[in-house]
């Protein structure tokens, strides 16, 4: 399955490691994206490009990028964060 934006397949340790660098589980984002928690644990354990329907990697994919989630495609697939803002005085 492609992440619905460059053709590119999505693969299940790209979720994984996503899901680890925000530190949260995965019944946490089954509720922000809408994608059951046994379809995600499934994804996250498949080896290569993720076999689930498209709607649910579409899903999967708005709602870590909502969290600042940004996967690449470059030669290998990848997983980083976008940085923070530093907080300003007083925030």
């Known amino acids: 399955m492609s992440d619905g934006k460059n053709g590119k397949k999505l693969q299940g340790a790209q979720l994984r490691a ?3 660098l925000l530190g949260i589980a995965a019944s946490v984002l089954a509720n922000e994206s809408g ?3 046994r379809t995600i644990r499934r994804a996250e354990v498949h080896h290569g490009p993720l076999t689930i329907a498209e709607d649910n990697v579409l899903l999967l994919t708005k709602a870590l ?4 989630v940004i996967f690449s495609f470059d030669g290998s697939a990848g997983v980083s964060l ?3 803002p530093k907080p300003r005085f007083g925030d």
């Open 18 to 20: 996503a899901r680890g």
């Open 35 to 37: 994608v059951s928690l």
């Open 65 to 68: 990028e909502a969290r600042g």
């Open 82 to 84: 976008r940085q923070r």
